[in-house]
């Protein structure tokens, strides 16, 4: 891996009911730049609006430090047990403990350990492009509450 030159934020969420996590680009600041809102106004919210899509079940939202930038093609496969971000998918996003990217014939499919519940995922890539993988550390704050009560001081 290569050492990050500019220091950014990256927000990871965590799903309920051991569905897989995922995460989103943020920014260096303590608010998220591109959270457009809650589904409903309760809390926990039903969902996160943000500019990419809508991301239902959310119990956590947690922000992370980039430590280290690659991609598949330079480490399909993770050197040590950490936390990684895969990037394999412009909206969705996977936070691995230990990942590797299986190239057979003309399939390729990344398994990784689940970062938040611990299990074995795997699934097939639809494409032969190389994606970026990000080492990060992840604060263990959960900011969900936060973000939601900010968000909803500011817009009412």
Request: charged content about 25%.
């Given at each position: 891996?290569?050492?990050?030159?500019?220091p950014?934020?990256?927000?990871?969420?965590?799903?309920v009911?051991?569905?897989?996590?995922a995460c989103?680009?943020g920014?260096?600041?303590?608010?998220?730049?591109d959270?457009?809102?809650?589904?409903?106004?309760?809390y926990?919210?039903?969902?996160?609006?943000?500019d990419a899509?809508?991301?239902y079940?959310v119990?956590?939202?947690?922000?992370?430090?980039?430590l280290?930038s690659?991609d598949?093609?330079?480490?399909?496969?993770?050197r040590?047990?950490?936390t990684y971000?895969?990037?394999?998918d412009p909206?969705?996003?996977v936070?691995?403990?230990?990942?590797?990217?299986?190239i057979?014939?003309?399939?390729?499919?990344?398994?990784?350990?689940?970062?938040?519940d611990?299990?074995?995922?795997?699934?097939p890539?639809?494409?032969?492009r190389?994606?970026r993988i990000h080492?990060?550390e992840i604060?263990?704050?959960?900011?969900l509450?936060?973000l939601?009560?900010?968000w909803?001081?500011?817009h009412?």
């Open positions: 891996m290569r050492p990050c030159r500019i950014k934020r990256i927000w990871c969420y965590f799903s009911r051991g569905r897989p996590t989103w680009s920014t260096s600041s303590s608010s998220l730049s959270l457009r809102g809650f589904v409903d106004s309760g926990p919210p039903a969902g996160i609006v943000t899509s809508v991301r079940g119990a956590e939202v947690h922000q992370a430090t980039l280290d690659t598949s093609r330079r480490q399909p496969r993770s040590s047990p950490g971000v895969l990037e394999f909206v969705y996003k936070c691995a403990r230990v990942y590797s990217v299986k057979g014939g003309r399939s390729r499919t990344v398994t990784y350990i689940d970062a938040h611990g299990k074995a995922y795997d699934f890539l639809r494409t032969s190389p994606f080492r990060v604060n263990p704050v959960n900011v509450r936060d939601w009560e900010d909803h001081r500011k009412g």
